[in-house]
């Protein structure tokens, strides 16, 4: 396969996660920000960290009006990660490597792109902001579900999980750095409604509040949501999974080229570190800085993948 | 324009009825709701979007990317009157083969004075680079894409060669496979002649022109300048078609005397190249320095004959529209057989009497600029207000060189499907020639395209031209 297309292919599932992770941030910050006990303001500024486009939005506004955070997440093109960015990437992509794809995938992710250009011509008001993050959410599922249906497993679809792994890794990791506080021990007063409406916050940014419960019952505490979200091997966004779909998907590609690259001992010596921790490891040397350190070097594999499959000459 | 000359309609004939190659097609429509048929070609609209069937247009900031309109009155060809075109193509084609071999060779064309030297020695076409370089398998012109304009019931004409990178194939191929979507009855009743078989064709064409050290199966590619290009979708359709990799200039470099692609496992040797790239764009170090989409360095491997290079480079000499005037007499002198195809009556502007001629009939008159393409920069005289006639006047005196002029034909119509019913509109054709050592093959039909608005004779799809499925019948 042409590095280039390699690269086109991890690019455009990278942006379509990101497009649906960022959708889900202002489900969620809507959602909190609606609650009496919050504080709007610094739920979106903390959203906006999460999704790691404060300075350039702190360029274009000042304070952090609903209105304008939503408008920036979703709309603006000056925001690289906004979703309307996001899709156009993902679409430009997917353009790029049309001949890898097959025509259901490219379909869905060329429909999602027009369906996107008309819901997000506007700004979003609050009353139909709902209806477009649904629609976002509807739209992704429909690529991946393509993806996962018709797709060859082989090195283009390989390409293709690790780009959405690299990313949701790096998104749930993020939701951890920037709530991290409300997750230490010490910070805690159990039963506390300002924490509770924290924690649910943290889980519906990833889409799981109701399995959380249903995996854990009663037992909601900033260690049990920390370990769920880190290591919990059932739930598809935790760091533990998608580090594992990245070693799966790096281990498919060193079987099929026969080749064994930098990037492999990488995932490898993650794995190993993630094995060897439990929670309670992980909040005995401090929650932020495993987590930066994560996010650290999830990053510095992403950039290895890049250089060792030749995706930029 | 010119509503009140009598144009020769291809399907139409008097007041109901409808020439032979259309009787069946007629006695179907005939029996056709209108309402169903405008959905159906919504339909077609929808699905055109959704495949993101494009093409982008350039000086268009915010456009980007349109549909060419498609309209699904289909135009036919009876199988007698195809014969005789794919003759006259193939006869043109070997003879523009055989004028570049000669022109890059002993120039023998010109020592006869059947052309004159300075037309070749100073034209921007002429690739000097290309003197004495003999391409694998002696093939010039890989694919060519011949336009012919009919004016009635026996006079075809060609208007021009397109012996660089002729485009609108893949509409040639989506438009039946939305005509077969359709109206899968239709070609139940009526026998046409298939033409999805052109990917495989060109695929085995381009690997029968390999280089002659190239072992095994050939590696075929094209090479698109990308996705902002306006003819992008046709290069990812072709490539994914073929089933060959679609390259950028940035995935290659040479390797070893190679041309190679970057490829996850490491550089990948290329030994056909399908280029969509104009020679001006091929090689920063041997063309334009600034170019970003070529390959440094590739003329020296393709002088080398590590790799051939589809169409070869320089080939616009042949399709150039002060050469195009010639090429009756192109053809005589290397076939020694008469021009099967007539051309269009050609005023060269460079000759002061053709010049005046053009001059005083410049509104009756169609003026082209001799390396213009894609209908731009061109004048149609009798569309044009007098304001615009003597603008282009001034142009034309100038630089009268750097145009010819032809008489406004009487261009053949086919009707196009309306809310009111069947509306006459102007057509022409480009058919599709693939060249190889092994022969020539002509699909049989081509691209149509039809210009939209009443009376108008521009059928170009970057401005409002449509496309239309076009049949061959079979016998």
Known sequence: ?313 | MNTDRQHFDEMLLGEDGVRAPYAEYQEWFSHEDVSRLSKKSKEAEAFFRRTGITFNVYGQAAAQERLIPFDLIPRIIANREWTKLSKGIEQRVRGVNAFLHDIYHRQEILRAGVVPVDLIAKNAAFLPQMMGVTPPGNVYTHIVGTDIVRTGEDDFFVLEDNARTPSGVSYMLENRETMLQMFPELFSQIKVQPVSDYPKNLRRSLAACAPAGCNGKPTVAILTPGIHNSAYFEHSFLADQMGVELVEGHDLRVVDGHIAMRTTEGYKTIDVLYRRVDDDYLDPLNFRPDSMLGVPGIMDVYRAGNITIANAPGTGIADDKAIYSYMPDIIEFYTGEKAILKNVQTFRCSEPDALKYVLDNLADLVVKEVHGSGGYGMLVGPAASKKELAAFAAKLRKSPANYIAQPTLSLSTVPIFTKKGLAPRHVDLRPFALVSPDGMNITPGGLTRVALKAGSLVVNSSQGGGTKDTWVLED
């Open chain 1, 1 to 313: 396969m042409l590095g280039k297309t390699a690269g086109g292919l991890y690019w455009m599932f990278r942006f379509l996660e990101r497009s649906e992770n960022t959708a889900r941030l202002v489900e969620a910050g809507f959602r909190i920000a609606l609650t009496r006990s919050s504080d709007p303001e610094s739920e979106w500024k903390s959203v906006l960290t999460t999704a790691g486009v404060r300075m350039n939005y702190d360029q274009k506004h000042d304070g952090y009006s609903a209105l304008d955070a939503i408008d920036f997440l979703l709309r603006d093109t000056d925001n690289p990660s906004s979703v309307m960015s996001s899709i156009n990437n993902a679409r430009s992509n997917a353009r790029m490597v049309r001949t890898a794809l097959t025509t259901e995938v490219w379909e869905a992710v060329n429909e999602s792109w027009m369906a996107m250009k008309a819901a997000l011509k506007m700004p979003v008001t609050q009353a139909k902001l709902p209806e477009v993050l649904g629609e976002i959410r509807r739209y992704t599922a429909l690529v991946r579900g393509a993806l996962h249906g018709t797709m060859l497993r082989n090195d283009i679809f390989d390409f293709s999980q690790l780009g959405i792994a690299i990313e949701r890794a790096d998104n749930t990791a993020r939701i951890i750095d920037v709530k991290y506080y409300t997750l230490l021990p010490s910070a805690s007063f159990v039963g506390s409604a300002l924490d509770n409406v924290q924690w649910e916050t943290i889980l519906r940014s990833v889409s799981a509040y109701r399995s959380f419960r249903w995996l854990n019952n009663d037992d909601i505490s900033p260690m049990s949501i920390a370990d769920f979200l880190i290591f919990d091997s059932r739930f598809p966004r935790s760091l533990s999974f998608c580090s594992r779909i990245i070693d799966e998907n790096l281990g498919y590609l060193a079987k099929d080229y026969g080749t064994r690259l930098p990037c492999h001992d990488m995932i490898e010596a993650q794995r190993d570190r993630l094995r060897a921790s439990t929670i309670a490891t992980v909040f005995d040397e401090g929650l932020h800085q495993f987590i930066t350190s994560f996010i650290r070097e999830n990053n510095a594999i992403g950039l290895q993948i890049e250089q060792d499959y030749s995706f930029v000459g």
